[in-house]
């Protein structure tokens, strides 16, 4: 069973850096595609990055974060630069299928708490 934890959220001031990462146990074949999602409150969840059968950023955050994959350590890390008050959420770490990704029919980490201030 695979088991994904994510690590890195905080407290940052606009225009500063944080890098997330995903850590990744059990068998994570490089078919499956990795994903980072974020939710505000009362707001959806929506796909931030996803990596492997394509990449792909929201364009909310292309040219800020940048998304990698390191298969040798099972490992997914979000860089996020320049970061802005509405970028604050809970970040989400997600595996699955690459027709799967953002559904139930994957596997999620429990998320980190992300926060910018202005």
């Known amino acids: 069973q695979v088991q994904l934890v994510e690590s890195g959220g905080g407290l940052v001031q606009a225009g500063g850096s944080l890098r997330l990462s995903c850590a990744v146990s059990?068998?994570?074949?490089?078919?499956?595609?990795m994903g980072w999602h974020r939710q505000a409150p009362g707001k959806e969840r929506e796909l931030v990055a996803r990596?492997?059968?394509?990449?792909k950023y929201a364009d909310s955050v292309k040219g800020r974060f940048t998304i990698s994959r390191d298969n040798d350590k099972n490992t997914v890390y979000l860089q996020m630069n320049n970061l802005k008050p509405e970028d604050t959420a809970v970040y989400y770490c997600?595996?699955?299928?690459?027709?799967?990704?953002?559904?139930?029919?994957?596997?999620w980490g429990q998320g980190t708490q992300v926060t910018v201030s202005s």
């Open positions: 059990g068998i994570l074949s490089s078919l499956v595609d």
């Open positions: 997600n595996a699955a299928h690459p027709q799967y990704l953002g559904t139930d029919q994957g596997a």
């Open positions: 990596v492997g059968s394509l990449t």
